[in-house]
């Protein structure tokens, strides 16, 4: 299976080189016989070693694009045979001062690249090995002067283990700038993708605008409110021709305030706000779209907020009076001098107290958020008992209040002290806004996994020209 390795990639390049350098050598040596350019041995192997030299190059360049053997067996063996064949040539051509002996510092010089520490070592020891046996071999047969061989191939060997050594650092610092440089790519695209994701998921709109008027990003929002066709790469005008025109006004004076857009929604328009960004070709203008319904929803969620802090606070300063008048109706109620009629009174006065008692906690309750107690509740008992409370509390009919609960062992896990809440706050409303005679039905049902509960009154129900306004 083909990659995109890089070691890979740096092994073709190799192949690459040889065959470029083998098909040179044999053109100059076949097509300059007379000239001999490389002083070959007349009836010598090298004519034969050249042409293996090349097969071996085009067949090198097979085994790298199909990544097989493995890649260190593979370089390994390749630069092996480049010192065989070399050696060959080397000798064929006058020995060690032949000047093809500089392609074994090549091969020493790939090996340090392209192989680890110590098998780059280990290939500079077996081509200086390779490159003493030879001189031997010249010194033993040709009878040639020994010390001159010997002394250029220990400074061979000399410059072949300092190359190595030199590459092998060089090709140390490379790889680690090389892995540092990626690992800089790759968290400013993972950043880029954050700023991306974030930008495009804010509630309000962004767009931003290079020094020519071309918007460069957009997120969703800004799309949506502006109903724009085009993402990127048009010009403002398109997106907005009003928006456009702000734009250029705030570039020429910063102290010229926007104005409101309008858009279709006669009640619904847009509040620009602009800032200066610094690109490579000038200074383009970040463009920030408020939303005026958002706007507005937050205010009054500040609002809806702050009058909860105050009910909070003004339930608190009623409980203190409240107190002293339960104490008071107690002490009314333990006296022996009060008549029946007054008892009744007396009565009549705690009741009203501990509902307003109740209806301050219930506030109360609302600023604190106590956490969720969950139970396991099964609905046609829990809301018998609901029913029951209610009618007791506000004195109703039995009659007013039904239920059904589809299946009768549907069962709901709540925290019940919440539920009761709510629940008892839409029957409130209910029976407050129903027919005369008023009816209410709680329905309980299950949807999927999901328990419904439908509180229904037969009042006349809420017109259509209300229904969007009511939250």
């Not at 610092?173 to 993972?190: C, M, V």
């Not at 706050?425 to 129903?434: D, E, F, G, I, Y």
Request: hydrophobic share 45%; proline share 4%.
């Amino acid at each position: 299976m083909l990659t995109n390795d890089p070691h890979w990639k740096s092994l073709r390049l190799l192949t690459f080189y040889r065959l470029i350098l083998t098909g040179f050598l044999a053109v100059l040596h076949f097509s300059l016989p007379d000239i001999n350019p490389f002083d070959a041995q007349p009836g010598g192997v090298f004519s034969p070693a050249l042409l293996a030299y090349l097969t071996m190059s085009l067949i090198f360049g097979f085994t790298a694009r199909l990544h097989w053997p493995s890649y260190t067996l593979q370089t390994l063996l390749q630069l092996l045979i480049d010192i065989f064949l070399v050696i060959i040539l080397v000798h064929t051509t006058g020995g060690i001062s032949s000047s093809l002996t500089v392609l074994m510092i090549v091969t020493a010089i790939a090996g340090a690249l392209l192989l680890p520490g110590r098998i780059a070592f280990l290939l500079s020891a077996i081509a200086t090995l390779a490159v003493l046996g030879e001189s031997g071999y010249n010194i033993l047969t040709l009878e040639q002067p020994a010390t001159g061989i010997i002394t250029q191939a220990g400074f061979l060997g000399m410059v072949l283990f300092t190359a190595t050594g030199l590459a092998y650092f060089l090709a140390a610092r490379a790889r680690e700038s090389e892995a540092l440089a990626e690992q800089r790519g790759i968290d400013l695209e993972n950043l880029e993708q954050i700023n991306r994701h974030i930008i495009q998921h804010l509630q309000f709109g962004v767009l931003v605008v290079d020094p020519g008027n071309i918007v460069r990003m957009s997120n969703a929002t800004a799309n949506t409110l502006l109903n724009a066709k085009k993402t990127t790469g048009g010009n403002l005008k398109d997106f907005s021709p009003d928006l456009e025109k702000q734009q250029q006004h705030w570039t020429a004076d910063h102290s010229w305030q926007p104005e409101n857009l309008q858009t279709a929604d006669p009640n619904h328009y847009l509040i620009p706000r602009f800032s200066e960004i610094a690109t490579s070709h000038g200074t383009g203008t970040i463009i920030f779209l408020d939303d005026s319904t958002t706007l507005a929803q937050q205010a009054q969620q500040i609002k809806l907020a702050s009058l909860g802090r105050l009910s909070a606070s003004i339930a608190h300063e009623i409980r203190n009076p409240l107190g002293a008048i339960s104490h008071a109706a107690q002490l009314l109620d333990e006296s022996e001098n009060i008549e029946k009629s007054d008892r009744r009174l007396v009565e009549i006065i705690g009741d009203h107290v501990q509902r307003v008692d109740s209806t301050i906690e219930s506030v109360l309750q609302l600023s604190r958020r106590n956490p969720v107690q969950r139970q396991t509740l099964t609905m046609s008992h829990w809301l018998d008992n609901f029913i029951h409370d209610f009618n007791y509390a506000s004195q109703l009919d039995s009659a007013v209040i039904q239920s059904t609960v589809n299946p009768e062992t549907l069962s709901l896990e709540t925290d019940p002290g919440h539920l009761h809440q709510i629940l008892w706050n839409l029957v409130k409303n209910a029976v407050r806004h129903a027919a005369d005679p008023a009816l209410v039905t709680i329905k309980a049902y299950q949807i999927g996994n999901n328990c419904v509960i439908d509180v229904i009154d037969n009042g006349p129900g809420i017109s259509a020209e209300s229904a969007d306004k009511i939250f």
